[in-house]
């Protein structure tokens, strides 16, 4: 089995120094689509406390066409 590394910003910034621009993806915490997660994997997802929270606030999206809009918005 591939053995599964993870890093976030922080740690990065930590381990990398200088100048740099950087652009850091993340996927989506399974809970956020809940309904097709369980329905595909039959299990039940645990919703983490640090997320409950969130869950219960407005969604919030900008729409973005293609690469030229989100390096509109990224150099903003």
């Known amino acids: 089995m591939e053995q599964l590394v993870i890093w976030d910003s922080k740690k990065y910034l930590?381990?990398?120094?200088g100048d740099f621009y950087g652009?850091?993806?993340?996927?989506?915490?399974p809970v956020k689509f809940m309904d097709t997660v369980k329905k595909a994997l039959k299990i039940d997802i645990e919703i983490p406390e640090r997320l409950k929270e969130?869950?219960?606030?407005?969604?919030v999206s900008i729409p973005i066409k293609d690469f030229s809009d989100l390096k509109e918005y990224l150099l903003r």
């Open 14 to 17: 930590e381990n990398n120094e």
């Open 54 to 59: 969130t869950l219960t606030r407005d969604k």
């Open 23 to 29: 652009v850091f993806l993340e996927t989506a915490h």
